[in-house]
């Protein structure tokens, strides 16, 4: 080996990392398969990759995938900015008000306590079986983890840079906008990456208690029928679309949060 | 090996609850969980009796009953993890359709026990008023969704004819508060909380526009084929026990408040009306015995409806040859 050559192995080391993830998914199918056909289950039981793949075929030419993932996204996307504006604006009066804190805390703690999969046909009995329901269940899983890591993230901002702000004449208006929206955003971020995740379960269960379309009806459907590869084409969509919105999540979060590589650089 | 892992690790996520084998009993008894479809319900006061009555230690079973979904314990008894399980009658063509090996055994409910229910002031007297109409089902699954659509069949009607609204098991409260025009119930159950919250409501019985095969015993073809004694014996205590409440429903109900928690603290009135009534779907001259066409016609509604897609042996989904 040319000495030279040793140079490029931090490049070919990292190249080759990049191939990981699909090396471990693509050993993860071939385990399912041996034991969907050595196992000698049936399809009932455990279908193979061949089986669900074809499922999903059939689902999405048909345009059933298509119609119940909308339906699903739809709730999602509505659930999460909703519970995410609420999340936030709240998040940061209570970071401002401890008097606000001690009232309502007892109240958000209590919230996280009670299982929302109890409480969802109550949530579609009073707010109907329309879409509402859903985003508000979607809205409600949210709300917490972003809640949460605002009222962290607006308190981590060093009491030293509000001097300096003040000292600079700053408003309220720039304090928020220069110095605490930027220092909490990291951790902000957190929260709105765990959220993202979860209203993808938010919506599920409410579409799982009463819905007419959705990833959860087509598992019901599945179940109902007994058609195990549906189950599992509507389950893997829903990964698929948690793991979408994780990364739209983590994408924002390296633009917007760009100038603090800059600063540790 | 792996099969064996594979399935023990099945049924353990499956089921919480100690599984059986189905196995013959020499001398000792034969333990078995029993997937019941439903929360404990006075509904299933036959079991009870039976188990009380000792009928089912008779036959050599020492039975425990595990309330579930409806589904998982037709999965199970499909893997041969559960002999037996309580079910309705769809679940059998639809399981076989998908490969289940599953065999209903005793037919419990005469009558396929779905209605569609309405305030009088919709006037709905016939299926064919349903037209139009906005009507609401826990979801496009189950008993109440294929009740709903063989009642829409017999009067030339279908799907696009109304519009079906899934609301869960809110279907006392919608109606009460007009948020559907009708909804799709048990008709053991809904229509008598209707009527003890002072409701006047049309009901529209499923059974008597069209007979379709409803709840049942089932087993597996393993089991009939490997240990066709204890299909019998379970059969024969379970059909002693439904007899008895048949002809004692005042026992039969107080033996069901051991078994059902909530049962002593509930409007007794109430309960024992659904209890009558669920008694008036199960009465026939011979108890136990499928009707064969009630069968052909779960199946022609299934397809109809492309839950299934093509037609199956119908022989194949049942037997009378364990009913004594």
Redesign the interface.
Known sequence: MDINSLKHLPHIAKHHRRWLGFISLAAGIFVWWL?AR?????????PSPADVWTRFLRALLNGELARHTGATLLEVSLGLFSGVLFATILGYMLAKSRMLEQILSPYLVASQAVPLVAIA?LL??WF??GIFSKILICGLIVFFPVLVNTVVGIRAVPPAYYDLMRSLHATRGQILRYLEIPAALPIFFGGLRIGATLSVIGAVVGEL????TGLG?LI??G??????PMVFVAVFTLVALALLLYGLVTWFEHRLLKWQEHIQQ | MLKKIVLIMLGLALSLSACSTPKSASGALTKISLPMGYIPNVQFAPFYVAVEKRYFKDAGIEITFDYKFETDGVALVGANNLPFAVVSGEQVPLARAQGLPIVYVAAWYQKYPVAVVSKTSQNIQTPADLKGKKIGLPGLFGANYIGLDALLYSAGLAEKDVTLDSIGFNQVAALAADREQAASVYSANEPVQLKAQGYAINELQVADYVKLASNGIITNEKTITENPNLVRGFVKAFLHGLSDTIANPDEAYTISTKYVDTLAGADQKVQKEILARSIDEWKTDRLGMSDPQAWQNMNDTLLKMGSITKPLDVSKMFTNDFIP
């Open positions: 034991i050595y196992g000698g289950l049936p399809a009932f039981i455990l046909p579609v009995l109907g079986p208690v009463g819905a007419d009806v019901n459907i179940r109902g029928t007994f058609d195990t």
